[in-house]
C-alpha cells in the first residue's frame, strides 16, 4: 500500500488533481493523444486505489494514521473526475478530459466507461444514459468493442475483450435493465459455446475469436456478469446485499456453495 500511494502521488499533476496517463487502463500498446495525457480508466483506478487504501487503514485492527489524508485524496479525484470527464451534451464519460479532444468529439474507450461507472458512484441517471450511449457508439454483434474510435489493426481495436464488460453488466443490474444483462451475458455465451475456452480477443466485425487461450480474466469476467449482474450481488465492509436483474431466461437460476466470510450459500432465483 504505501508504495502504490507513493508511485500514484508522484504521478498527480497540477491543478486538475489527476494523475498522468498516457493510456487507459485496458491499453499497454500505444498513446492516446486524444485524453490529453489523462486517460478516464487509469485515473478512476487511481481514484479508486486511494479510497481502498482509505478504507483498510481505518480498520480497528490497522489504525493507519493515513487514512484520513488518503480519504480526502480519494474524495477530491472523484470530484475532478466526475466535473471532467462527463459530457452533457453526448450523456457519457469520455475517454479525455474537458480540454481535450477525446472530450470535444466524444471518444469512448470501454474499460475507462467501465471503472466510471464501477467506482465514481454517478447518479442513476447517468449511469442510464452512459449504457445508452454504449449501445450506440461501443455495441457490436459480438460485444462491446474496447476501441470504436479507433480504425488501427491490432488486438485491443475491432476487439471485444469481456473482462472489460463485467462493471458493465453490474450498473445494468444497478438501474434495474436486465434486458442488457442478459445482452452482455449471451455474447459472451456464444463465443464461449463456439470456441470451448475463453479466448483473449474476439473480433468485433465477424465474431472470430483467436490469440491465447483459456483466459482467466474473461472466465472472472462471465462469472462476475452471473454474480453482479443477474444475481446483483453487492458486498463491502458491511456485508452483502442483492440487487437482481433477472431477465425471464433466468428464471430459476441457482448458485451452489457459494462462499462469503464465514458461511457457505447456496442462491436462487425464483420470478424474474
Known amino acids: 500500500g504505501d508504495q502504490s500511494a507513493a508511485r500514484i502521488e508522484s504521478r498527480i499533476e497540477g491543478s486538475r488533481g489527476l494523475v498522468a496517463a498516457e493510456q487507459s487502463t485496458s491499453n499497454d ?27 483498510m487503514a481505518a480498520l480497528p485492527n490497522v489504525g493507519d494514521d493515513r487514512a484520513a489524508a488518503w480519504a480526502e485524496r480519494a474524495a477530491a479525484m472523484r470530484a475532478a473526475i466526475l466535473a ?17 479532444t477525446g472530450f470535444a468529439s466524444g471518444v469512448w474507450e470501454t474499460s475507462g466507461a467501465e471503472a466510471a461507472l464501477w467506482f465514481l458512484g454517478a447518479d442513476g441517471e447517468r449511469v442510464r444514459s452512459t449504457l445508452d450511449a454504449m449501445q450506440r457508439v461501443a455495441m457490436s ?12 489493426d491490432n488486438h485491443f481495436c475491432h476487439s471485444v475483450w469481456y473482462c472489460w464488460e463485467a462493471g458493465l453488466a453490474r450498473a445494468a443490474a444497478g438501474v434495474g435493465d436486465a434486458a442488457l444483462v442478459h445482452r452482455l451475458i449471451g455474447h459472451q455465451v456464444r463465443t ?3 470456441n470451448k475456452t475463453f479466448y483473449e480477443v ?9 490469440r491465447w487461450p483459456g483466459q482467466l480474466w474473461h472466465a472472472a469476467g462471465f462469472v462476475s456478469k452471473v454474480l453482479s449482474g443477474v444475481f446483483g450481488i453487492r458486498y463491502d465492509e458491511r ?32 420470478g424474474s
Open 29 to 55: 500498446l500505444f498513446d492516446e493523444p486524444e485524453a490529453g495525457g489523462f486517460a478516464l480508466g487509469t485515473e478512476v483506478y487511481a481514484m479508486a486505489s486511494y479510497d481502498a487504501l482509505a478504507r
Open 84 to 100: 471532467s470527464y462527463w459530457n452533457p451534451e453526448l450523456g457519457y464519460f469520455t475517454s479525455g478530459p474537458a480540454g481535450s
Open 239 to 270: 456485508g452483502m446485499t442483492f440487487v437482481p436483474a433477472v431477465a425471464p431466461e433466468f428464471e430459476g437460476a441457482r448458485l451452489e456453495g457459494l462462499r462469503y466470510r464465514a458461511a457457505t450459500l447456496d442462491l436462487e432465483i425464483r
Open 192 to 194: 464461449v459455446v463456439l
Open 141 to 152: 454483434d459480438y460485444g462491446v468493442v474496447l476501441f470504436p474510435h479507433r480504425d488501427d
Open 202 to 210: 474476439t473480433d468485433a466485425r465477424d465474431g472470430a475469436s483467436w
